[in-house]
């Protein structure tokens, strides 16, 4: 039985929360990048001509033209980031950090954070995020917002965007290909932050990340164990998954984000 009272104690102590989430957030927002589960009925034409049946083997897939590329990323972008809801594991994670001080490093790229309204300047999209556009030449050419390209193509009115730059495609701003620019900015406001709070009391809370994503997961144990005013407290994970000089600092409450949330905040 896990001990919540514990890690609501922590909570509550804390100075700052570092929230590290991954795929299992992912999947609580709706976007199973895995699922087979209505791949097929939402996006048939994709799955017949390519034989692609989730939305990452689509995602991984280059297709015959860009503008093609761009009807279909404009239908998932639609689905999942300009038509989201936010969810009750949300809500409540806004509740928890309330009137904290925060940071989010996320490997979810589908702006959920950014829609339920978290400060922008206290997340950072390490695998990026697709309502950004970068160029396709593999020169750092800088990002935009693809939102209003998005609309256009729902409307069926979409152009293929181009790089001011060098007028190359734009593609989306994600790892898909050897080219990916992480957003150096965010990263750097992180670094700031985790310096920042090196002797106050900070949670690191662990939420659905998972081995797609092992740079949120075994350099944040580190940095607990480096700060013995830190904790880590892990929704999802097992005792047995944390190494044991991290033990008495950490909580692994085997659980799953939503219940997780659910114990700790209501
Ligand atoms: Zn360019």
Redesign the pocket.
């Known amino acids: 039985m896990t001990d919540y009272s514990t890690a609501k104690k922590w909570f509550k102590d804390s100075d700052a929360v570092i929230v590290t989430a991954g795929n299992g957030l992912s999947q609580e927002e709706g976007l199973d990048i895995l699922s087979e589960e209505d791949f097929d009925n939402r996006y048939g034409e994709i799955a017949e001509k390519y034989d692609v049946h989730t939305i990452g083997d689509a995602l991984d897939k280059k297709f015959d033209s860009w503008d093609e590329q761009w009807q279909f990323w404009s239908k998932l972008i639609n689905d999942y980031s300009l038509n989201y809801e936010i969810s009750p594991s949300m809500k409540r994670l806004k509740q928890l950090l309330e009137g904290k001080e925060y940071f989010i490093a996320t490997s979810t790229f589908a702006h959920f954070f950014e829609n339920a309204d978290f400060n922008q300047n206290r997340i950072f999209d390490v695998f990026g995020d697709w309502t950004k556009i970068q160029?396709?030449?593999g020169?750092n050419?800088g990002q935009k917002d693809d939102r209003e390209v998005v609309k256009k193509y729902l409307e069926g009115k979409g152009e293929v965007p181009k790089?001011?730059?060098?007028?190359?495609p734009?593609e989306l701003h994600m790892p898909l290909n050897a080219h990916f620019f992480p957003d150096t900015d965010a990263n750097t406001r992180l670094r700031w932050f985790l310096t920042g709070n090196e002797d106050k009391k900070v949670t690191v809370l662990e939420l659905g990340v998972d081995e797609t994503s092992p740079q949120l997961l075994d350099p944040m144990v580190d940095l607990v164990k480096q700060f013995p005013s830190w904790h880590y407290v892990a929704a999802d994970l097992d005792e047995e998954d944390l190494p044991d000089d991290v033990q008495k600092q950490s909580l692994a409450c085997s659980s799953n984000i939503h219940d997780f949330l659910k114990e700790l905040v209501d």
């Not at 790089?163 to 190359?168: E, I, L, P, Q, R």
């Open positions: 160029c396709s030449s020169i050419h790089c001011d730059v060098c007028n190359s734009m």
